[in-house]
């Protein structure tokens, strides 16, 4: 027969501003467990949830097959705590957490208007090149005519 479990998790190694909590809770409300996820200022990704022991052991087992690169630390809670259903996120300071998201995406797109900027400046040697090419082509065509027309004189 399985038992119901409580735990509290802490999870590290690069969690945070990759969206791990979507996948933290999409597993909890997939194993039907009670609790809820959120981002602690050290860096960590919490974790408190309650279910059926075996719910409790695939949970964990999701999150490191999905994440392997995750260090999970699981603490077995005792006492009977009552937890939100269905799990879920905890978010806390929307503003910060928002406007560092905002600043990764710019930072992003900065370094993206960079490479197309070296794009063009490419695309312009490139079409400066092809010009210099297409000029050279026709003085080449027209080199014989020249050089009679040299001879003659």
């Given at each position: 027969?399985?038992?119901?479990?409580?735990?509290?998790?802490?999870?590290?190694?690069?969690?945070?501003?990759?969206?791990?909590?979507?996948?933290?809770?999409?597993?909890?409300?997939?194993?039907?467990?009670?609790?809820?996820?959120?981002?602690?200022?050290?860096?960590?990704?919490?974790?408190?949830?309650?279910?059926?022991?075996?719910?409790?052991?695939?949970?964990?087992q999701d999150l490191?097959?999905?994440?392997?690169?995750?260090?999970?630390?699981?603490?077995?809670?005792?006492?009977?705590?009552?937890l939100p259903s269905?799990f879920g996120r905890?978010?806390?300071?929307?503003?910060?957490?928002?406007?560092?998201?905002?600043?990764?995406?710019?930072?992003?797109?900065?370094?993206?208007?960079?490479?197309?900027?070296?794009?063009?400046?490419?695309?312009?040697?490139?079409?400066?090149?092809?010009?210099?090419?297409?000029?050279?082509?026709?003085?080449?065509?027209?080199?014989?005519?020249?050089?009679?027309?040299?001879?003659?004189?």
């Amino acid at each position: 027969m399985n038992n119901i479990k409580n735990i509290q998790a802490t999870i590290t190694n690069h969690v945070q501003m990759v969206g791990y909590r979507e996948i933290v809770e999409a597993f909890g409300k997939e194993r039907g467990l009670k609790g809820f996820v959120f981002n602690d200022v050290d860096g960590s990704v919490k974790v408190m949830a309650g279910g059926l022991e075996s719910a409790i052991s695939g949970f964990i087992q999701d999150l490191k097959v999905k994440r392997p690169d995750t260090k999970i630390e699981t603490i077995e809670i005792q006492e009977d705590i009552a937890l939100p259903s269905p799990f879920g996120r905890v978010v806390s300071d929307d503003i910060r957490e928002m406007s560092e998201r905002f600043d990764t995406g710019i930072g992003i797109l900065g370094e993206m208007n960079i490479k197309l900027g070296n794009l063009d400046t490419m695309s312009a040697k490139l079409d400066i090149t092809n010009n210099s090419i297409n000029m050279l082509g026709d003085k080449i065509e027209t080199l014989p005519e020249r050089i009679a027309e040299a001879m003659k004189k």
